[in-house]
T-cell receptor, first 114, second 115 residues
Framework: AQKVTQAQTEISVVEKEDVTLDCVYE???????LFWYKQPPSGELVFLIR??????QNEISGRYSWNFQKSTSSFNFTITASQVVDSAVYFC???????????FGKGTMLLVSP | ETGVTQTPRHLVMGMTNKKSLKCEQH?????MYWYKQSAKKPLELMFV???????ENNSVPSRFSPECPNSSHLFLHLHTLQPEDSALYLC??????????????FGPGTRLTVL
């Protein structure tokens, strides 16, 4: 079985603060892919990143960075210098080689106030 | 148009109505998906199609009937729904079901309200 846990239901920060969204996953497969999606109030899920299980390099894209640690089964997402436009629900998801479908976490709602 | 589009964006229907949701992807993908997103619940996968063939039905009630006439179009036919079926219905597509091209791209969703 596979599972994704996003323990933070809601996070509130003030603009320009850094914020980290946690994601912990469970799988018995050695080959898997992890994803982060952003869902703004408009409803559409926006793909942010995919990471495969054999690539533990951390990634930075502008103000976004991801920390993948297999030892702790975590794939955390950090937004540096947060902005109001970052306000959204963020989902972490997992797909393994034995499944064809994504397992989503429950999501973390991020509220960035001016 | 580009990406994944869904129509209508909002739908209000009575329990005895019959309506359909439409999804179209302009990405040349082979797989398409229907998800249900209810308040305070995780995203629930409903159906998966790969090359027009249904590969997964996640124990969805028969009042939801999917149709995939080609790899670019996916429909969800609705009839005799219940108020608890009110939710955001999201369509997604991916290049393949698995492997390195499996990231799913989502449409904006249809907000369904059943009265």
């Amino acid at each position: 079985a596979q599972k994704v846990t996003q323990a933070q239901t809601e996070i509130s920060v003030v603009e320009k603060e850094d914020v980290t969204l946690d994601c912990v996953y469970e799988t018995r497969d050695t080959t898997y892919y992890l994803f982060w999606y952003k869902q703004p109030p408009s409803g559409e899920l926006v793909f942010l990143i995919r990471r495969n299980s054999f690539d533990e390099q951390n990634e930075i894209s502008g103000r976004y960075s991801w920390n993948f640690q297999k030892s702790t089964s975590s794939f955390n997402f950090t937004i540096t210098a947060s902005q109001v436009v970052d306000s959204a629900v963020y989902f972490c998801a997992l797909i393994t080689s034995g499944y064809s479908t994504l397992t989503f976490g429950k999501g973390t709602m991020l509220l960035v106030s001016p | 148009e580009t990406g994944v589009t869904q129509t209508p964006r909002h739908l209000v229907m009575g329990m005895t109505n019959k309506k359909s949701l439409k999804c179209e992807q302009h990405l040349g993908h082979n797989a398409m998906y229907w998800y249900k997103q209810s308040a305070k619940k995780p995203l629930e996968l409903m159906f998966v199609y790969n090359f027009k063939e249904q590969t997964e039905n996640n124990s969805v009630p028969s009042r939801f009937s999917p149709e995939c006439p080609n790899s670019s179009h996916l429909f969800l036919h609705l009839h005799t729904l219940q108020p608890e079926d009110s939710a955001l219905y999201l369509c997604a597509s991916s290049q393949d079901l698995a492997g390195p091209f499996n990231e799913q791209f989502f449409g904006p969703g249809t907000r369904l309200t059943v009265l």
